[in-house]
């Protein structure tokens, strides 16, 4: 019972311990991690399950390693928002594989980047035919950039000399049925108009709201618990 009791405290401390240094390092996305990032999360993870098979007089030790290593890894990011040629070597740079619609075959080779993995890329980015692209770069952490050609972009209003208004962000008033007050007070408003807006849409409680957002120009977007969504079509197989 004893073994039992000590392999469970030991997961719950390689938790709050994983928990806590991940909110000190704060990474980004998955989506946004350079293989650097991807590596110390590998390493950070691996040490944190070591922490768990290791004998109770050595957890510290573990606990102290994990710290350190992630102490260094915190260092090394802020170093590199210092130093742009330290970012450059750790987290790589952009690299040029499309030029004009011409592949550069030996950029990719250096990179170990094949035809498959851009084409699957480009489609991903709603890009079917390589003529069409001025420009794509292989960004650091794997993503890929894309410019097309000016006469193979969309129109903007800008080109047909269309004038616009501002469009700011909009502002989360009820989230999951709980009204954020600060949202309403940043936009002069109180609980007794947010109530008479809801009353005037037929709802009686913000518990009845999943979410609801004012925009810039003070239009109010609401989504309800209940959808009216059961004569929905089935697309799944």
Known sequence: METYFFGVLKALLAFVVI?????????????????????????IGSMAAN???????????????????????????????KSRPLRKLIEGEPTVVIH?????????????????NLLNQLREKNVFNIEDVEFALLEGNGGLSVLLKSQ?????????????????LSS???VDGQVIYQN???????????????????YNSPRDIVLATLSSDGELYIDNKKD?????VDVSD
């Open 100 to 116: 004009n619609g011409r592949i550069l075959e030996h950029n990719m080779a250096k990179l170990h980047y094949n035809v498959d």
């Open 228 to 232: 009216g969504t059961e004569h929905m």
């Open 51 to 81: 922490l768990t098979n290791e004998p109770e007089g050595r957890i510290l030790e573990h606990v102290v390693i994990l710290v350190v290593f992630s102490a260094a890894a915190y260092l090394t990011g802020m170093m590199t928002v």
């Open 152 to 168: 193979k972009r969309p129109l903007t209003p800008s080109d047909l000399g269309i004038p616009t208004s501002y469009e700011g």
């Open 172 to 174: 989360e008033i009820i």
């Open 19 to 43: 928990l806590i240094l991940a909110r000190w390092l704060n990474k980004e996305q998955l989506s946004q991690l350079t293989f650097y990032d991807w590596i110390v999360g590998i390493t």
């Open 184 to 202: 309403l007070k940043q936009n002069n408003l109180d609980e007794q108009w947010l109530i008479a807006e809801l009353r005037k849409r037929g």
